[in-house]
C-alpha cells in the first residue's frame, strides 16, 4: 500500500478534527469579541462612535471603558475574523475536489452570494456590514493563495502601509489644502454635530423609522463604498492574506508549540497596547482636532490591532491545548460553526433594541451601559448556538448561503 492510499491512523484523524475545532473557537471569540465595538455603533450618535468627546468629555466610567474597549477590542476582532476568512480560503482550496478550476468557480460563486447577503444586511438592517467587502476582498485573495507564506505577509503589510499613506495624504489634505470653513462643515457633519442633527439622526432611526427607509438605504450605500475604498479594501485583503500565511505555517491551526504562542501573547500585548495608547494620546493632545484625529488618530491603532489580535489568537490556541476551559472553547467552538448566522442575528436583535421598528432607545444609553447590553446578546447567542448546534447542525443562514453557491 502507498503511503498516499494508507488510512490514515485514529491519533491523525484525531489531531486533524482539534486543527478544525480550534478554527471553530477562535471564530466563535471573533464574532462575540466584535460585538464589543459594534454594539457602539448601533446604540449611540455617528458621530459618538468615532468620536468619544464628541460631546464633550464622557463621565469617568464610561470613559474609563471606551480606553479599554478602544485598546482590546477596537479593530482586533474584526482583524481576528478576517485573518480566519483568509485561512478558510486555504482549508476550502485543500478540500476541494476537481480542479483548480472547478474551486474557483464554486468559491466566487459563493462571494457573489456573500455580496448579496450583505448589501441586503448593509443597505435594510444596519449600514456597518462586512460581508459584501469580505467578498470583495475574497474575490481578490482567492487568486493569490498559491503564493508564498512570505510572500503573502509582505503583500499584506504593503496593504496595510498603503492604508496608512492615503489616510496621511487625506489628512494633509484636510488640514493644508481644505478651507477652514469648508473643514468645519465636515467637522459638523461627521465629529461633532449640531443638535439640531442630533435630534434629527434620533428622529431617523427611531419615531420616524419606516419613513427614512430610503434615505437610510442611500446613506449605507455611500458609507460602504467610503469603507471600502478608504479603509477596507487594504485592510480586509491585507489581514485575509495574512490568515492564508498563518494557517499554512500552522499558527492558527495550533500546532506551533506552546512556548511560541507564549511568546506572541507576550510580544503582541507588549507592542500593541503602548502603540494603541499613543494613538489614544495623540487624539488627546490634538484635542480630537476632526483634522488630525479623524485619520491620522488612527493610523496607531491601525498596526496595534494587528498585534493585540495576534495576542489574542495565542492566548485562545493556549487555553484551547492546555484545556483550561473546556465548557468555553465548547461555546466558543458553536458559536464560531453559526458565525455568519450570529454575525447577523447580533444585528437584528440590535436595531431591535434601538432603532424604531423595535424599542427605540437608540442615544439612550452610555459606553458602559452599552457593554452591559452586548454582555446579554452574548449569554442569548452562547445559549442558542449550543442548542442549534446540538439538535439543528448546520446554521441557518450557513445552509442557505451553501445551498445558493451550490
Given at each position: 500500500?502507498?503511503?498516499q492510499?494508507r488510512?490514515?491512523?485514529?491519533?491523525?484523524?484525531?489531531?486533524?478534527?482539534a486543527?478544525?475545532?480550534?478554527?471553530?473557537?477562535?471564530?466563535?471569540?471573533?464574532i462575540l469579541?466584535?460585538?464589543?465595538?459594534?454594539?457602539e455603533?448601533?446604540?449611540l450618535?455617528s458621530?459618538q462612535?468615532?468620536?468619544?468627546?464628541?460631546?464633550?468629555?464622557?463621565?469617568?466610567?464610561?470613559?474609563a471603558w471606551?480606553?479599554?474597549?478602544?485598546?482590546?477590542?477596537?479593530?482586533k476582532?474584526?482583524?481576528?475574523?478576517t485573518?480566519?476568512f483568509g485561512?478558510?480560503?486555504?482549508?476550502?482550496?485543500?478540500?476541494?475536489h476537481?480542479?483548480?478550476?472547478d474551486?474557483?468557480?464554486r468559491f466566487?460563486?459563493?462571494?457573489?452570494?456573500?455580496?448579496?447577503?450583505?448589501l441586503?444586511?448593509?443597505?435594510?438592517?444596519w449600514p456597518?456590514?462586512?460581508?459584501?467587502a469580505?467578498?470583495?476582498?475574497?474575490?481578490?485573495?482567492?487568486?493569490?493563495?498559491?503564493?508564498?507564506?512570505?510572500?503573502?505577509?509582505f503583500?499584506?503589510?504593503?496593504?496595510?502601509?498603503a492604508?496608512?499613506?492615503?489616510?496621511?495624504?487625506?489628512s494633509v489634505?484636510?488640514?493644508?489644502?481644505v478651507p477652514?470653513?469648508v473643514?468645519?462643515?465636515l467637522a459638523?457633519?461627521?465629529w461633532?454635530p449640531?443638535?439640531?442633527?442630533i435630534?434629527?439622526e434620533?428622529?431617523?432611526l427611531?419615531?420616524e423609522?419606516?419613513?427614512?427607509?430610503g434615505?437610510r438605504?442611500?446613506n449605507?450605500l455611500g458609507?460602504?463604498l467610503w469603507?471600502l475604498?478608504?479603509?477596507r479594501?487594504?485592510?480586509?485583503?491585507?489581514?485575509?492574506?495574512?490568515?492564508?500565511?498563518l494557517f499554512r505555517?500552522?499558527f492558527?491551526?495550533?500546532?506551533?508549540?506552546?512556548?511560541?504562542?507564549?511568546?506572541v501573547?507576550?510580544v503582541?500585548?507588549?507592542?500593541g497596547v503602548?502603540?494603541?495608547?499613543?494613538?489614544?494620546?495623540?487624539?488627546?493632545a490634538?484635542g480630537?482636532?476632526?483634522?488630525y484625529?479623524m485619520f491620522?488618530?488612527?493610523?496607531a491603532?491601525?498596526?496595534?490591532s494587528?498585534a493585540?489580535?495576534?495576542?489574542?489568537?495565542?492566548?485562545?490556541i493556549?487555553?484551547?491545548r492546555?484545556?483550561?476551559a473546556?465548557?468555553?472553547?465548547?461555546?466558543l467552538?458553536?458559536?464560531?460553526?453559526?458565525?455568519?448566522?450570529?454575525?447577523i442575528?447580533?444585528?437584528?436583535i440590535?436595531?431591535a433594541?434601538?432603532y424604531?421598528?423595535?424599542?427605540?432607545?437608540f442615544?439612550m444609553f452610555g459606553?458602559?451601559e452599552?457593554f452591559?447590553?452586548?454582555l446579554?446578546?452574548?449569554?442569548?447567542?452562547?445559549?442558542?448556538?449550543?442548542l442549534?448546534r446540538?439538535y439543528i447542525?448546520?446554521?441557518p443562514l450557513?445552509?442557505?448561503w451553501r445551498r445558493?453557491?451550490g
Amino acid at each position: 500500500m502507498t503511503s498516499q492510499s494508507r488510512p490514515q491512523s485514529s491519533e491523525s484523524v484525531r489531531g486533524a478534527g482539534a486543527r478544525l475545532l480550534v478554527l471553530d473557537v477562535l471564530r466563535g471569540v471573533a464574532i462575540l469579541g466584535i460585538l464589543l465595538r459594534n454594539i457602539e455603533s448601533f446604540g449611540l450618535l455617528s458621530s459618538q462612535y468615532v468620536n468619544p468627546t464628541a460631546f464633550g468629555e464622557p463621565p469617568p466610567l464610561d470613559w474609563a471603558w471606551w480606553v479599554v474597549n478602544h485598546v482590546i477590542a477596537e479593530d482586533k476582532f474584526i482583524t481576528i475574523l478576517t485573518i480566519l476568512f483568509g485561512a478558510g480560503i486555504v482549508l476550502m482550496a485543500r478540500g476541494a475536489h476537481g480542479t483548480a478550476s472547478d474551486f474557483q468557480q464554486r468559491f466566487d460563486r459563493r462571494m457573489w452570494w456573500l455580496l448579496v447577503f450583505g448589501l441586503v444586511h448593509g443597505l435594510l438592517v444596519w449600514p456597518g456590514d462586512i460581508l459584501a467587502a469580505y467578498a470583495i476582498c475574497g474575490l481578490i485573495a482567492v487568486r493569490l493563495r498559491q503564493r508564498q507564506p512570505l510572500e503573502l505577509v509582505f503583500i499584506a503589510v504593503l496593504l496595510y502601509a498603503a492604508a496608512m499613506i492615503l489616510w496621511i495624504l487625506i489628512s494633509v489634505f484636510l488640514v493644508f489644502i481644505v478651507p477652514s470653513e469648508v473643514a468645519q462643515t465636515l467637522a459638523i457633519r461627521y465629529w461633532g454635530p449640531s443638535s439640531e442633527m442630533i435630534a434629527r439622526e434620533i428622529t431617523r432611526l427611531t419615531s420616524e423609522w419606516f419613513a427614512y427607509t430610503g434615505e437610510r438605504m442611500l446613506n449605507a450605500l455611500g458609507a460602504q463604498l467610503w469603507m471600502l475604498a478608504s479603509d477596507r479594501i487594504f485592510r480586509m485583503l491585507g489581514m485575509m492574506l495574512l490568515g492564508m500565511a498563518l494557517f499554512r505555517i500552522g499558527f492558527l491551526s495550533g500546532e506551533w508549540k506552546l512556548r511560541s504562542y507564549r511568546r506572541v501573547l507576550v510580544v503582541g500585548l507588549l507592542v500593541g497596547v503602548p502603540v494603541s495608547l499613543v494613538g489614544v494620546w495623540f487624539n488627546q493632545a490634538t484635542g480630537w482636532d476632526f483634522r488630525y484625529s479623524m485619520f491620522l488618530g488612527r493610523i496607531a491603532n491601525h498596526w496595534a490591532s494587528v498585534a493585540v489580535a495576534l495576542a489574542w489568537i495565542s492566548l485562545a490556541i493556549i487555553i484551547f491545548r492546555k484545556r483550561l476551559a473546556a465548557p468555553a472553547c465548547a461555546a466558543l467552538a458553536a458559536v464560531g460553526r453559526l458565525a455568519m448566522t450570529n454575525y447577523i442575528m447580533q444585528s437584528l436583535i440590535a436595531t431591535a433594541i434601538f432603532y424604531g421598528f423595535g424599542l427605540g432607545l437608540f442615544g439612550m444609553f452610555g459606553y458602559l451601559e452599552l457593554f452591559g447590553i452586548a454582555l446579554g446578546i452574548w449569554a442569548f447567542q452562547i445559549v442558542f448556538s449550543l442548542l442549534w448546534r446540538r439538535y439543528i447542525g448546520q446554521g441557518p443562514l450557513e445552509r442557505l448561503w451553501r445551498r445558493l453557491a451550490g
